[in-house]
């Protein structure tokens, strides 16, 4: 019981992880590049959401949608301003600038509000317990992976049926192609880092209610993680973000259940090691040969 | 000709910096120098070992490594453990400090072959921050609480370090194994096709650069008086790679010139840390975007004093 238990805890992680890791894998398969500041936009949707349930006193799907457009504005603002310029650059340089960005946004907030942790209040979402055959579900958990699922499908949605979605597609499969064919290339991009980083702001305030405690350096850790979930379902693939943050989610509970939540942290870079050394197409990608 | 003219600069250029060294020495000793600008100079050679060790990775052999901190840490683990625990002299906790941090670079240097650009910065980033947890969760080394160090740092080390340091990786980078480090930056497959064994030189490059690392730890270890996993996350990786970033992706004497400058500005805003990191992050951000291959690009300083068309075997090409 105490097995299933954890395994639901796993879950609720784990869909906080894929939110994030479906905005890096958006992003990646769009520009290739790996947007460190991902995890900082996640940062800032959870302090958006945490103002706006105690200053503006709103409940919680206000205080989600709020956060979701906050953050999307602020990914594209982000993309139009530090990452359009090197559209051509090398990859390393647009590495370079993403850690860069990462880390003007954690301690530009820093230097803006102090770095003092806040608290959640607590009761923003129900927090009753269910007994179902012994195993105690906290409502809160259920919730956050309903939130979790529907915003995957809506994302599911977007991309397979709009024409955006379709743009997106077009775009991330060849650009120069898709220029040609009267795609606007600059706003698909803008759309993707839009779109990625509402999920990433509604992960924000999913993670601060479960969690109760948000500082700026929040995003860091999370959003390493979210990487390695998109690295393990396959980056650049949309339901391997999904899978990999479920299964890293479960993969951390277990290890914390085995009694080394110490060792949580090291074991997600282990499997990222493992995965892209064994699998680095990872689980749903193509292997692809290169040429030279 | 040409060889007797480089023995020169050689010469000179080492007899320049013992005359450094001497001045530098006769002021600490006479008492002149004050601890704080001692302090600052041990950090200022420290920093240099590391952005040389990592320049040897990222500006020359072009494998984007994030995970310096991981061997920084290493290093000074180890030597802290040799002095502190094991009462071995100094000389070979600097030794072992930097063979276990290069035993560290094979260790991730050898999975790294398969792996290229980004996903080879992650696995370097995951690295570091395993072995922080790793530290983080050893009672023998003191776990997060950190392990006390003796204070036996000193200008004579740090000035040998760095100069060793130096000599090492600038021979190393023009000899037969540079040039096919520098062939990899500049296209992996195809000097791969030309009959480069690029593992072997990617793995060579890591060791190498992991070792002064390594060695850079050992000072670094003792020149605090505490040591603790949380002084090596990823922001010290970052802190090491904005010395190479904006020396030059390529440039040896940009490195040294870079950790310099930075160790200096980062002195004077020691109590403002959030400005520091803003201030690091806005030229990380400004440089990819106007400048991206940094102050010196890959030329030398040394370049620069020769006459036209004297430079014109320089590449021209920066890094990656």
Known sequence: MELIQQLINGVSLGSIYALIALGYTMVYGIVKLINFAHGDVFMVGSFVGFYSITVLDLSFVPALLISMTVCALFGVLIERIAYKPLRNATRIAALITAIGVSLLIEYGFIYVRGAQPEAYPNDVLPTDKFDIFGVSINSQSILIFGVAVVLMIILQIIVHKTKIGKAMRAVSFDADAAKLMGINVNNTISATFAIGSALAGAAGVIFGIYYIKIEPLMGVLPGLKAFVAAVLGGIGIIPGAMVGGLLLGVIEALVSAAGYSLWRDAVAFVVLILILIFMPQGLFGKNKKEKV | ?320
């Open chain 2, 1 to 320: 000709m040409t060889t007797i003219k480089r023995a020169k600069g050689f010469w000179l250029s080492i007899s320049l910096s013992l005359i450094f060294f001497a001045i530098v020495q006769v002021l600490i000793g006479g008492g002149s120098l004050n601890p704080f600008y001692q302090n600052t100079l041990m950090f200022i050679g420290i920093n240099i070992i590391l952005a040389a060790s990592l320049h040897l990775i990222i500006g020359i052999t072009g494998q984007f490594s994030i995970g310096h901190a991981g061997f920084l840490a290493v290093g000074a683990y180890a030597s802290a453990v040799m002095t502190m625990k094991l009462n071995m002299p100094f000389t070979l906790a600097l030794i072992v400090g930097g063979l276990a941090a290069a035993l560290a670079g094979l260790i991730i240097g050898i999975p790294s072959l398969r792996l290229k650009g980004d996903y080879l910065a992650i696995a370097t980033l995951g690295f570091g921050e395993i072995v922080r947890i790793v530290l983080l969760n050893i009672d023998y080394v003191g776990g997060a609480s950190g392990m006390q160090v003796s204070h036996l740092t000193t200008w004579p080390w740090v000035f040998a370090s760095v100069l060793v340091t130096i000599i090492v990786i600038r021979n190393f980078t023009s000899s037969t194994h540079g040039r096919a480090c520098i062939s990899i930056r500049e296209d992996e497959t195809a000097a791969d096709s030309m009959g480069i064994n690029t593992t072997y030189y990617k793995v060579v490059a890591f060791a190498i650069g992991a070792f002064f690392a390594g060695i850079a730890g050992a000072l670094y270890a003792h020149n605090f008086y505490i040591i603790q996993p949380s002084n090596f996350g990823f922001l010290k990786s970052f802190d090491i790679l904005i010395l190479v970033v904006l020396g030059g992706l390529g440039s040896l004497s940009g490195a040294v010139l870079a950790a310099i400058l930075l160790t200096v500005i980062t002195t004077f805003l020691q109590d403002y840390p959030e400005t520091r990191m803003i201030i690091y992050s806005l030229v990380l951000i400004v440089m990819m975007i106007y400048r991206p291959q940094g102050l010196m690009g890959t030329k030398e300083i040394t370049s620069m004093f020769k006459r036209k068309g004297g430079s014109s075997h320089e590449n021209k090409n920066t890094a990656a």
